[in-house]
């Protein structure tokens, strides 16, 4: 009894030892990880854009022409009074919000639209994560 007593559970030793192995794979790991928010942020707003501009484009083709720029992206929501043939389910849920927590920014004059996130700093322009996202189909 007395020897199975002493094997069971784990020395200081043992713990101390798992302790560094995983604060060496943190210390290795962690750096590749840390930093990457950014990058994630920008392939998100990316993804949005994306989402925003298919839905667009069924808008389009059951109306005929995308909202204008009052109507805005809201229109994809709700219905817009001059949406003939608006499908009753709306084209999105909600209307979305960048990851930065700022709202997509969105022009057009019926036939061609521009859709962008201002990124980190809400604002036109800049540089490095305070870059603006563009729609891919921006003019």
């Known amino acids: 009894m007395r020897r199975l007593r002493a094997s069971a559970g784990f020395t200081l030793i043992e713990i101390m030892v798992v302790v560094f ?11 590749k990880i840390i930093g ?19 839905a667009m484009h069924l808008f389009k083709l059951d109306n005929g022409f995308y909202p ?11 219905r817009p009074s001059n949406a ?14 960048d990851p930065w927590g700022n709202p997509y920014v969105y022009f057009s004059d019926g ?8 990124g980190a700093d809400g604002t036109e322009g800049g540089a490095g994560e305070n870059a603006d996202v563009l729609s891919p189909m921006a003019r």
């Open 21 to 31: 192995i995983l604060g060496l794979l943190v210390t290795l790991v962690a750096p």
């Open 68 to 78: 204008t720029t009052d109507q805005g992206i809201q229109a994809l929501v709700t």
């Open 84 to 97: 003939p043939h608006y499908n009753p389910d709306g084209y999105l849920d909600k209307l979305p919000i």
């Open 111 to 118: 036939q061609y639209f521009e859709l962008k996130s201002y």
């Open 36 to 54: 990457r928010t950014d990058e994630a942020r920008r392939v998100k707003a990316m993804a949005d854009i994306k989402g925003i501009e298919e």
